[in-house]
C-alpha cells in the first residue's frame, strides 16, 4: 500500500531549492577561488608589494 | 549521445592536463617519505576546504544520491544524503583539532588506533579502514566506467585503465603533495562544471515549474518531505555517511596536511557548507528521472546519466563527462595515496625501516592499489553491497575508536568490545544477512537498514560509554606524541636525511644540497597554495 501523501513541496519551494542550491555552489566556488588566490599570491609575496 | 572518440579524446587531454600540473608541482616539494604521505602543514583554509570537496565527492554524488532521489524516498531521502554528508566534516572540526594537540607529528588513524589502545583496535581498525577505501576506490572506477559507457559508449576497460592510469602517474610520483594540489585545481573546474551541469539541464527539462509539474503528477510522495520511506532511508544514510568518513585515512591526511589549526576549522566548516548543495542538486536530477519514466526498468543507480542521455544538447552531456572524469580522478588520487599511506606508515614501524627502500614501498603500493582498483574497476561489479557492508561496520566502530581521544579509561578490550556490540546488532538487522540468518535456529529480527546503521552506532557509542566508566587504566594521552615519529626516508626530491637533533624533525637535503632546516621561509617555500620561493 502506497502511504498517504502529507505535504507536497510546492512549486516556489521546489524553485528555490533548486536555484537556491544553485547560488550556494556559485558562492562557494567564489570564495575557494579568490581565498586560494589570496594565499597563492600572497605565498610569492604580491600582498607585500613583491618583498620576502 | 556524444560519440566515443570525442568522448575518449577529451578524458585524455582532462586527465593529462592534471597529470601533468601535479608532477610539476610536486617538483621539488617531496624530499622525505613525511612529505610523500602528509604533505604536512601546506595547505591554508582554502586549499583545505577545494582538497576535502574533490577527495570526498566522486563521481558517487552523480550515482547515489539521484538513485537515492529515484528509488529510496524522493525529497526526504535526498535531503538526509546531503546533510549526513556534511556532518563528518563538522565532526572533524573539533576531531582533527584534538588529533593534531595530541600527535603533531602522526601521519594516520591507525597510527593514533595503535598508540592510544593497543593490537586488537588497531587491527579492527585497519582492517575497517582499508576495507572502506578499497570499496570506495572500486566504486568509483566502476561508476564512472558505467557512466560514460551510457553516455558515449566508452569500454568500460578503458575507462578504468585511462583514469587509473594517469592517476598512478602523479601519485606515484608526488603523493599526497600532487593530490591535495590537483584536487585543489580539480574542485575550482568541478564546482562550476557542476554549477553549469545541473542549470543546463534545468533549462533543458523546461525550468524549475516543469520538473515539478511532473513530479507532482507521477508520483506525489517524491516531494513529500514527510515521505516515511524517505526519511527513514535520510536517516541511516546519514549514519552510515558519517562512520565511513570518519574512518577515511584520506581525511585524516587532510588535518595534517592542513597549515594551521584555522585552516582546519575554516576549511572543514566550509566543506561541510559546500557538500550540501551539491548532493542536493544531484538527488534532485533522480527525482526528475523519476518524475519523467526514465528509471522505470530499473536503471535507478545510473538515474542521472539518464538524464543526460534523455533531454540535454550535447555539450551539456561532454561537460557532464568531464566532470564524472575529474570526480573519479580526485577522489581516486586520493584512495591511492591513502591506502599506500596507511601500509607505509605501518611497514616503517613493523620493520623499523628507514632510507630508500621505504620509499620504494611506498611508491610501489601506491602503484599496485591504482592498478588493482583499475582491473576491478573494469568488471562492471555491483559493489553497493559491499558499500554497505564497509558503512555497517565503520558505524560501529567509529565511536570506540575517537572516544579515544578524550577518555583516558577506555581500554583496548573496552573499546573493541563496544565495537563488535554495535556490529553484532547492526548484522541481525541488515537485509543483507536476512538469507544467511533466517538459517540460524530460532526467531531472527525483521531486517531494516535504519536500525542496522542507527543501532550499530548507538549501541556502540553506549557500550563505549559503559567501558568509559568501568575502565580503569588511565592511558596517557599526553605521551601519545612520542608514538609518532616523522618519516625521514628520502622521496622523490630528497637527499640524505638530516643528521642530529631527536630524529624526529630534521629536513633532509635536496638534490641541489640545500641543507634547508625548518624554518619560516621553509615552511613558505613548501606550501600546496602555490608558493615559491623568492
Known sequence: ?52 | MVSTELALAVTVVALGAFTVAGVLHARGRVRTLDDYVTARSTTGPAATTATLVASVMGAWILLAPAEAGAAFGGLPAVLGYAVGSAVPFLLFVPVGLRVRELLPEGHSLTEFALARYGRSMYALVVAVSIFYMSVFLAAELTGVAAALSLVAEVPQAYTAALIGGFVLLYTAYGGLVASVFTDTLQAIVILPLLAVSFAGAVIALGGAGSLHAAATSADPTLLDPTFGPGVAFGVYVAFAVLGANMLNQGVWQRVYAARDDESVRRGFAVAAVAVVPLVLLAGLFGIASAALGLTADGGASVAFFLLVVEAFPEWVALSVVVLAVLLVASSADTMCTAIASLVTVDLARVLDAEGRPLGRAGRLLTALVAIGAAVVGAQGYSVLALFLTADLVAAAVFVPFLAGLWSTSLSDRGAVAASLAGLTVGTAYFPQFAPALAALPGPTPTPSFLVAFAGATTVSAAATAVAHVVGGEGADLGALGAECRRLDSPMTDGGVAAEGGDGRGGRPTDVNGRGDGPGEGDAEADRIDGGEEA
Open chain 1, 1 to 52: 500500500m502506497t502511504p498517504p501523501v502529507l505535504a507536497t513541496l510546492g512549486p516556489t519551494a521546489f524553485a528555490a531549492l533548486v536555484w537556491g542550491s544553485l547560488a550556494l555552489v556559485a558562492v562557494v566556488f567564489g570564495y575557494v577561488a579568490t581565498a586560494y588566490a589570496r594565499e597563492a599570491l600572497g605565498a610569492v609575496g604580491v600582498d607585500d608589494g613583491g618583498r620576502r
